[in-house]
C-alpha cells in the first residue's frame, strides 16, 4: 500500500538559518510528490510537485524540494526561514498501481520559525 | 484561495440535525474531492467526482452523502452525525483527477454536539 511518513510531528529553526522538513515515501511504481503548507485556519496551499525531470524542484515563497529515489524521499527546504513560514507542512504522493490511482497525504509537521 | 470556495466556515449541529456542506470551484476544473482533517490524524480523502460522476468513496459511513450537480459545486449532506465526525472538511480541486495540482478551500469547521 501507498504511505506517506513524515517523521517530524514539529521542526523548530530561527529565522534566518535554513530549513528542512522531511517526508519519505512507500509507493509501488514512479510516484507524483507534493508539498502543501496549511496556515491557521486555512487551506492547504500547493508549494510545489516533483512529476518528472530535475530531482531539485523549485516552488512558491524560496522552497524547494529534493527528490530522492534510492532513499525514497522528498524533503522539503528553504535556505533561509522566516517567521512567516510558521505553518503545518504537508507532503502528498499520487500513484498509479494496478488498483487505480491514489492520493495519500502525509501526517504533517508544524514549522516554527522563532524570531 | 478565492478559486475554491466553502460554505459556512464554521458549523454546530447535533446529532439529529441535517445541514449541508457547499464547495464552489471558479478554476474550470474537471475533478473535486472532499477531505476530512481531523486533530493528529492524516488528511483522510472522502469522495472524489470527475466530470460530476463520482469515482471514489473511501468507506465513508453513510450519515455523509456527496452530491455534484455539475463540474463547479460539489455538496456534502450531513445526517444524523456522531461526535467524532467534528473535523474541518476540506474541498479540493483539479483540472483532471488526481493528475494535476489540487487546489483547496478554506475549509468548513464542523463540531457535533
Known amino acids: 500500500a501507498q504511505s506517506v511518513a513524515q517523521p517530524e510531528d514539529q521542526v523548530n529553526v530561527a529565522e534566518g538559518n535554513p530549513l528542512t522538513v522531511k517526508c519519505t515515501y512507500s509507493?509501488?511504481?514512479?510516484?507524483?510528490l507534493f508539498w502543501y503548507v496549511q496556515y491557521p485556519n486555512r487551506g492547504l496551499q500547493f508549494l510545489l510537485k516533483?512529476?518528472?525531470?530535475?530531482?531539485l524542484v523549485k516552488g512558491s515563497y524560496g522552497f524547494e524540494a529534493e527528490f530522492n529515489k534510492s532513499q525514497t524521499s522528498f524533503h522539503l527546504k528553504k535556505p533561509s526561514a522566516l517567521v512567516s513560514d510558521s505553518a503545518l507542512y504537508f507532503c502528498?504522493?499520487?500513484?498509479?498501481?494496478?488498483?487505480?490511482?491514489?492520493?495519500?497525504f502525509g501526517p504533517g509537521t508544524r514549522l516554527s520559525v522563532l524570531p | 484561495e478565492t478559486g475554491v470556495t466553502q460554505t459556512p466556515r464554521h458549523l454546530v449541529m447535533g446529532m439529529t440535525n441535517k445541514k449541508s456542506l457547499k464547495c464552489e470551484q471558479h478554476l474550470g476544473h474537471n475533478a473535486m474531492y472532499w477531505y476530512k482533517q481531523s486533530a493528529k490524524k492524516p488528511l483522510e480523502l472522502m469522495f472524489v467526482?470527475?466530470?460530476?460522476?463520482?469515482?471514489e468513496n473511501n468507506s465513508v459511513p453513510s450519515r455523509f452523502s456527496p452530491e455534484c450537480p455539475n463540474s463547479s459545486h460539489l455538496f456534502l449532506h450531513l445526517h444524523t452525525l456522531q461526535p467524532e465526525d467534528s473535523a474541518l472538511y476540506l474541498c479540493a480541486s483539479s483540472q483532471g483527477q488526481y493528475q494535476e495540482t489540487q487546489y483547496f478551500g478554506p475549509g468548513t469547521r464542523l463540531l457535533v454536539l
Open positions: 516533483y512529476i518528472t525531470g530535475d530531482n
Open positions: 467526482y470527475n466530470f460530476k460522476e463520482q469515482t
Open positions: 509507493v509501488s511504481g514512479n510516484p507524483y
Open positions: 502528498a504522493v499520487r500513484t498509479l498501481d494496478n488498483y487505480g490511482q491514489n492520493f495519500v
